[in-house]
């Protein structure tokens, strides 16, 4: 289990059927998780020695604070740090745009993204072991976005543009492995992009081999990832056969790219 604790290495640990609990040890020695949907990987981790001291919690679906209580109960002291929302129970501080967390040694800036959920924050570190992170929970997935449950196409489109903007070097961290399934929908919306060839071959044979496809690095999902590229002939082109004419605006083109994967079958 020393893989566990090293230092400034993201490190996804497995709950439910596809989602991570990213788990991050700082230089300080002392460990963050994020999004715990179930207490009990991060309490096995925790009983194998990982100094736990915060948990940062992206938005309220219970595949991401269904741990919550269990953990606040058996690690008092335990910071838990949310959004504004409180349809999420458990936190020691609410956050919002702009505010800096410091959990695990490492500093983070809060960005909201509603979209998903209205309430949705991501947290983004310059620095995190000299490489910067984003934890995006289930706002920016590989190859994907997420599910438009409380927002508009407007709303998301600003968000994942806020995200987009970030360096290219950083490491993508979000709460789903959904890539597989993402790529197929990617290649319909782009057949000819080759660097998102490259990266579906990848991630076949990560997959095949049980692996994780994330961390991702954004300058990988800006040349792949079809909802980052509202402004690219082909996606324009992709959202016009499925408007049956051109989009009167990028907006335009990422809300006829969201509904379509929402019934896309590959
Ligand atoms: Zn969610
Ligand atoms: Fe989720």
């Known amino acids: 289990m020393t893989s566990l604790a090293t230092p400034s290495i993201p490190?996804?640990?497995?709950a439910f059927e596809d989602n991570y609990i990213w788990m991050l040890t700082g230089d300080d020695g002392t460990t963050l998780v994020v999004d715990p949907g179930d207490a009990d990987p991060v309490l096995a981790a925790?009983?194998?020695g990982v100094r736990l001291t915060t948990v940062l919690v992206t938005h309220h679906h219970s595949d991401h604070i269904g741990g919550l209580a269990a953990l606040a109960k058996s690690?008092?002291?335990?910071?838990?740090?949310?959004?504004n929302d409180e349809r999420i129970p458990h936190a020691t501080r609410r956050v919002d745009d702009g505010e800096r967390v410091r959990a695990a040694g490492i500093d983070f800036e809060v960005i909201t993204v509603p979209g998903h959920t209205r309430s949705h924050i991501a947290f983004h570190a310059a620095n995190a072991g000299g490489k910067p992170l984003l934890f995006c929970g289930d706002t920016l997935f590989s190859l994907g976005c997420g599910r438009l449950f409380e927002g508009t196409p407007a709303q998301m489109l600003a968000s994942l543009d806020r995200l987009a903007a970030l360096p290219d070097g950083t490491q993508i961290c979000c709460t789903h492995e959904y890539t597989q399934s993402n790529a197929a929908f990617a290649l319909a919306v782009e057949p000819?992009?080759?660097?998102?060839?490259a990266r579906v071959e990848e991630v076949r044979a990560q997959r095949a081999r049980l692996l994780p496809t994330?961390?991702?690095t954004l300058g990988q999902e800006r040349a792949t990832n079809p909802f980052l590229r509202c402004d690219e002939a082909a996606v324009r082109i992709t959202a016009a056969a499925r408007l049956g004419?051109?989009?009167?605006?990028?907006?335009?083109?990422?809300a006829a790219l969201r509904e379509w994967k929402n019934i896309f079958r590959a």
């Open 192 to 197: 000819g992009n080759s660097a998102l060839l």
């Open 46 to 48: 925790v009983a194998g």
């Open 11 to 14: 490190v996804p640990l497995p």
């Open 214 to 216: 994330l961390p991702v």
């Open 75 to 83: 690690l008092p002291g335990l910071e838990i740090i949310a959004p």
């Open 245 to 254: 004419r051109q989009p009167a605006s990028r907006v335009e083109t990422f």
